[in-house]
């Protein structure tokens, strides 16, 4: 259950996120933006583990991308969106 979680457990660090030649703190940055963004758009009856995986997934899925440092939050916030849904309807 998502009360049972934090989000803040799952937040990054510029020294979390590896070497991105100087764009470390940007990269953390976007990235715990995306991952706020996602959590208020998680059921509040969501189990923990299938949270995990969502969560995690977002950095999984955009770990070495340039997508965090050369797209635009509101693409990076509607794949999130896209990601999060099809994570749910998987699931159901």
């Known amino acids: 259950m998502k009360d049972m979680l934090n989000v803040q457990d799952y937040l990054f660090s510029n020294f979390d996120v590896g070497d991105w030649e100087g764009d470390e703190e940007q990269v953390a940055e976007t990235l715990n933006e995306l991952i706020h963004f996602a959590w208020e758009r998680l059921p509040e009856d969501l189990g923990s583990e299938q949270i995990d995986q969502i969560i995690n997934g977002i950095w999984e899925h955009l770990r070495g991308d ?6 635009d939050l509101d693409e990076l916030l509607d794949w999130v969106t896209h990601y999060i849904n099809s994570s749910l309807d998987e699931n159901i």
């Open 66 to 71: 340039m997508a965090l440092i050369e797209t």
